[in-house]
């Protein structure tokens, strides 16, 4: 039997085209160790209480193709796009 989440709070990171690396401002809430992570363009991302994303050196994200992570509560996640791509990530704290 697969596992079963239930979604808890989800944000967005928005990706410019320049690519910079951009942070979450919401650090990942009190009792969450699973986050959900979808891309609208490819990008990288990283995960932290500081976290910078760069492109070639951080985790990959292909577009459209959600990912589970594990995490611990009080991390960020920073995303960059690749040059050109302009975008959105979000990230949606599971429970379960």
Known sequence: ?????????????????T?????SA???????????VVATVPCYIS?????????GSSLR??????????VAPGMKVAGISNPGAAGTITVTEVCG
């Open 1 to 17: 039997m697969a596992d079963s989440f239930f979604p808890n709070v989800s944000y967005d990171i928005a990706l410019n085209a």
């Open 26 to 36: 919401n650090p990942i809430g009190t009792g969450i160790t699973t986050i959900r």
């Open 61 to 70: 994200l292909a577009p459209n193709f959600p990912e589970y992570f594990s």
């Open 47 to 55: 995960f932290g209480a500081a976290p910078v994303a760069a492109v």
């Open 19 to 23: 690519p910079t690396s951009v942070a």
